[in-house]
DNA sequence: CTGAAAGCGCTTACAG
DNA sequence: CTGAAAGCGCTTACAG
């Protein structure tokens, strides 16, 4: 292939400066008509691009907004990223993605990484409440979902979802009821469970006591199977009536074992989840679960990172409850055995 | 913050050539040990890390391999995507990941923006047959799993894949089968089926006569589950004992349209997957498929990419048949009503 | 409004 | 083995 046209070239061409051809290009500075148009055709006639490499190297900036998830693998997470680059993209940006595979070092190498591309701002859903960044961020850096460092978050207020749900369960009948964390290395998974056993103890101490159990593990599926199965290796009458988890992944997980051991959902068990991956909807029974607004945290982080100078606060979206199949009233004891 | 310090500051402190500086950079050249150490010294002294713009600019060379995959949010290309993450890190390269969103115009513009941003090589995963890439390939370019343009392939052997599903539902005795395809306009939609279909064909001719119907749809959970439905409509004498789907998406969306029908898998109804997504070990009943050997796939394009000169044939790697609780016997005819 | 020129931070022939 | 210098392709004060 033949070298690709340069400024140089397109300038000859039109038999204008380079300069000129540079500020048609920013569309900025004013350019008389004429020659506006004769550079505009010598762009096209030469198939001209420009080289974004030199220009991020006297600009030192870019259109490259980097976001590094934990786990892309993770669907919550891969959502999160589907929506943070349409986001991208309609702000004329475009996105550079990396997985850290739940890894501080991975996410700091990420993080480095972009900044030495000299990207735009890294938008990051951080692994665990790492140490954050040591090197200066010469760029502007937001927390989504989960706090980097001391960098601003953008997230479901995920103790005012967390409390959606309990209330939810103790409307239901439960008294019984195990909660499933996430880990407590996680802002998500700490918030999370504090604001349920806050709101499971409010309950205790103004109306009827529930007993409460917790369980840590990490948000994924393997975590919920192994732990529901624990729990629901309980005799019956201490077994838990409704198993609350702290992410989509666990609580599909615990359906899975719930079911192992041929005990029904939502009849004899109450399964709530967080999060609202599209598989939320598809397993039986339909799972009841915490929307996040996906789409809505996305741009909010994009804007924040954009906004001159950029956005400092913290910014919290509601989550909403969505009810499905998986929970129903508290099974009335002695109603059990029908089989 | 101040600014980064530059080769130049790197010489000046060590008192040497900005030219030795970019030479105990690169490693390659010989530096007299003293100077090496002196240099490296300044280098952590001052705390300098190389300017990767620039660099790009000079040798225009980066050790960014760029993937494109249609959509982040299908599980198997989530997956996929960490695979070949975790092959180019192997390399010493790293990965910057877009999403087409299945629209192939949004897959040329990523592609060009790579291009633009001249990495290393770029591994794409189709969206579908596009007319592949208009703009000069500077670098080399491998299609994963679906095939880019005219680029080399690295994917599944889809139709020896396709054949074992056809084997293992065929030896447990189904003559009524459905098959629910992928995209036309995808080379592993048609492959699959293709196969899929002679060799049911194959064991009319030679055996006992197959019924096979065919429905078309997307590789997504919604086309699975829609479609059948609409299969498992029919009367239970003229329905299919058995859907093969062309991915594990479409199987899981046809499990749940079995479930509400209440309609026994693997007891009244088989069903099959490909891919062998993280999920398919966890629906119930667990999903017979054909495992895709990501890491493989993964290492084998991040390998040809990366050969000198870049490999330019096609590689297929074998998939593998898992047998899970998802398909069994075909049910005897009268054997039904037991209610 | 436009051109000539400097410079972003590197790498790499070219001399010595 | 090392230094001085050119140049990658842009953008942007600086003159005019």
Redesign the interface.
Known sequence: ?SK?PTVKDVAEYAGVSVGTVSRVLSGEAAVKPLLRERVNDAISALGY??????R??RT?RTDVIGLVVP???N?FF??L??SV??AALECGH??????S?NDSEAEQS?V??FL???VRGIIVVASSDGSGLDL?A?VPVISLDRRFGTFPLVSTNHAQAATLIADHLYGLGHRRIAYIAGPTDTEAGRMRKEAFVSRMDGFGKTGEPVELEIAYGRFD?ESG?RIARELLSYPPQDRPTAIAAASDQQA??A??AA?DLKIDVPRKLSVTGFDDI??AN???PRLTTIRQPADMLARRAVSLLLEEPPGKGDEMVDGSLIVRGSSGPCPQPGASGRK
């Open positions: 292939m690709m691009r420009p080289n974004v490499t030199a991020a190297l030192s786990d892309i693998t669907p891969a959502q990223a589907a680059e349409r475009s996105l550079m993605l990396a997985s595979h990420h480095s990484a030495d591309r000299s200066p010469s599926y199977e599909i997980g359906l899975r079911r599209s598989l598809l397993v039986v």
